[in-house]
């Protein structure tokens, strides 16, 4: 059986209308010999009834300390709702949808509910319907801890669903379906010349994910790209014969597919809301120690870490900011901050080994006047931190200066 996985974010099913697009896409892979598993998510966005963050708000203004369990059983609803929907679509076009659950499916996580983690796949369930001839329409976000107890699965769960669907049924591909004709080499709200990449590599469209892209979820990248299952993200909107998206895939075949063009770097990325905090004093070992436990104790992720021999400097989210001041503060360490900055990052495979392309960043950044607060790379990324004021001038800036428009 030639299985695939389409995945279709909630703009993709908010009307009926977007259904029948989506009923037409699933039928356009079983017409091509495929039996598809379709994953949805929570239809619309806030505001639209059955939105995951509407959902999210009825439960807080009923009671704003809702327990994390109940919180997790209220969100989910939001998908199964989506499936039952889009499932009825299919079937009044003739197809034998059926619907399961996240845990119906063989999702089986921890019970750190709102962000869990899955554990494992156990998807000999949904394999005999599949046998069967059904077409399986599964909730997405979602899974079951061995408590029996509903999980969700955190920010962007579903493609993580559709990813671990696609590892664990042996896929030949996975379809990702959003609002936009594929991965872009920056934010078209922010560049409107921002082209689509025909190809990318895991590698790249992983760091872009955590470097702030909202394409595909880097859970879902890690997911896939261990199991060599390639990924298509494309629009539920287009014409499918005349727009072909993205295709994720390894880097070799990346550099193969190609046009011929230098590539150092692939896309520009922004992460705004950021805070940036600089601990003075001593960067004895100990300190440092107390400083980064005291952060971890209190569930606060830290990115763009300098540490010197007198000062630490780090950002975090901007929801994350007072509760990291108090832990540290708690702490007894004296903390600087600075508020409202972005971090700014271009991303590339084609960079690593390659001189000059921190002096280029540099460049784009001083001629359009954007101070760089901090800095940090890796083989593949570059990122700065800037003003957020300066975020989408400093994400032209960069954008042009590579190229990325041609």
């Known amino acids: 059986m030639r ?17 029948d697009l989506v009923a037409a896409r699933v ?30 708000r009825l439960g ?54 709102g ?49 671990a669907l696609s590892v664990a049924l042996r896929a030949e591909l996975l379809e990702i379906y959003t609002d936009v004709n594929g991965v872009k080499t920056a934010d078209p709200r922010i560049v409107p010349e921002a082209r689509t990449l025909p190809v990318v590599s895991y590698e790249e469209i992983f760091q872009m994910a955590h470097q702030g892209a909202k394409v595909m979820h880097p859970r879902a990248v890690e997911l896939a790209m261990r199991a060599n299952v390639p990924v298509r993200v494309r629009s539920t909107f287009d014409d499918p014969d005349k727009e072909a998206g993205t295709l994720i895939t390894h880097g070799f075949e990346v550099a193969g597919q190609w046009d011929g063009l230098s590539r150092v770097v692939t896309g520009v990325t922004h992460l705004p809301d950021v805070v940036q905090f600089a601990v003075d004093g001593s960067a004895e070992q100990t300190d440092s120690v107390r400083l980064f ?28 900011a007072a509760r990291a001041q108090r832990a540290m503060e708690s702490k007894g360490f004296t903390v600087g901050v600075r508020p409202e900055c972005a971090k700014v990052s271009v991303v590339g495979t084609g960079m690593r080994g390659i001189p000059g ?7 784009a950044l001083e001629q359009d006047g954007v101070q760089i607060l901090q800095s940090a790379d890796s083989h593949v990324t570059i990122s700065c931190l800037v003003s957020r004021p300066d975020m989408e001038r400093a994400v032209q800036a960069l954008h042009r200066k590579f190229g990325l428009e041609r």
């Open 3 to 19: 299985i695939i996985v389409q995945k279709f974010g909630g703009t993709s099913l908010a009307t009926a209308a977007y259904r």
């Open 27 to 56: 039928a356009a892979a079983m017409h091509r010999g495929l039996a598809p598993v379709v994953v949805v998510s929570a239809m619309g966005r806030v505001g639209d009834p059955y939105a995951t963050d509407t959902l999210l």
């Open 293 to 320: 436990r005291a952060l971890a104790d209190a569930g606060v992720s830290v990115d763009l870490i300098n540490v010197s021999p007198d000062r630490r400097r780090f950002i975090v989210a901007a929801d994350d």
């Open 60 to 113: 807080r203004d009923v009671f704003p300390d809702t327990p994390a369990r109940e919180t997790d059983l209220l969100l989910a609803c939001g998908e199964i709702i989506s499936a039952v929907v889009m499932a009825g679509t299919l079937r009044s076009q003739g197809f034998p949808a059926i619907v399961l659950t996240g845990g119906q499916a063989g999702i089986i996580t921890d019970r750190a509910f």
């Open 115 to 163: 962000n869990a983690r899955i554990l494992r796949v156990e998807p000999e369930h949904l394999r005999r319907h599949l046998d069967r001839g059904d077409l399986c329409v599964v909730a997405g976000f979602q899974g079951v801890a061995e408590t029996g107890d509903i999980t969700t699965l955190g920010r962007g769960g579903s493609d993580t669903t559709a990813a």
């Open 357 to 363: 392309v921190m002096a280029a960043v540099v460049e």
